[in-house]
């Protein structure tokens, strides 16, 4: 018995969703308004890395977090706690050539973090940044590197900020804060 309609074989089913995730995202962009922030917009930059290291030399995004008891005055933690970078260079080893999933993680992770400051750089006037989906994605990222990294424990809070820096062979020779997050608890 042969069955005559429709085939419904798995690669052209995923081929379609992605072709009407793509007639969305234009419809929303013709019919919407022409700035366009929010979950639909992120997960279609999942796709694409960010490129824009190629295309000139300057300030890269780092993010810095730190985390403590909160001091009980209106500045959150004490301004003597250091600020440590979260993505210093990985160890290279031979076996990385072949399989290196750390820093692949690394690297996504650091691509989150140059949307956040490409986000933040394009902010209108008066906008929230705790509105922006990268916000809160680099907000879980630094909430979870201080309880991994730094120790934190519970009842403590964190605070992230994104520094925009320029290195050369001798180290850090400029750095700019672009954006220090409100302390948060851990």
């Known amino acids: ?11 052209k089913i995923t081929h379609a969703f992605i072709l009407l995730y793509f007639v969305f995202l234009l419809a929303t962009l013709w ?3 022409r700035f366009i922030q929010g979950p639909w917009l992120f997960l279609l930059r999942a ?6 290291f190629f295309h000139a030399v300057g300030n890269e995004p780092r993010l810095y977090v730190r985390c403590g008891e909160l001091t009980g005055t209106h500045k959150g933690l004490d301004p003597g706690l250091a600020w440590q970078l979260i993505y ?5 080893s031979l076996w990385g050539w072949v399989h290196n999933p750390h820093v692949n ?13 490409h986000d933040l750089n394009h902010l209108p ?8 989906v990268a916000y809160r994605l680099v907000q879980a990222l630094a909430r979870e590197a201080c309880m991994d990294q730094l120790g934190a424990q519970s009842g403590q809070v964190f605070e992230f900020e994104i520094r925009l820096e320029r290195s050369d062979t001798a180290g850090v020779v400029a750095s700019h804060t672009l954006m220090q997050a409100p302390a948060a608890a851990v």
């Open 125 to 132: 006037d008066q906008s929230d940044p705790r509105d922006l």
């Open 88 to 92: 210093p260079r990985r160890r290279r």
């Open 1 to 11: 018995m042969t069955h005559a309609g429709v085939c419904f074989h798995p690669v």
């Open 47 to 52: 796709f694409f890395p960010n490129w824009k």
């Open 31 to 33: 019919w919407g308004p």
């Open 105 to 117: 993680l690394a690297l996504s992770q650091q691509n989150l973090v140059d949307h956040l400051a």
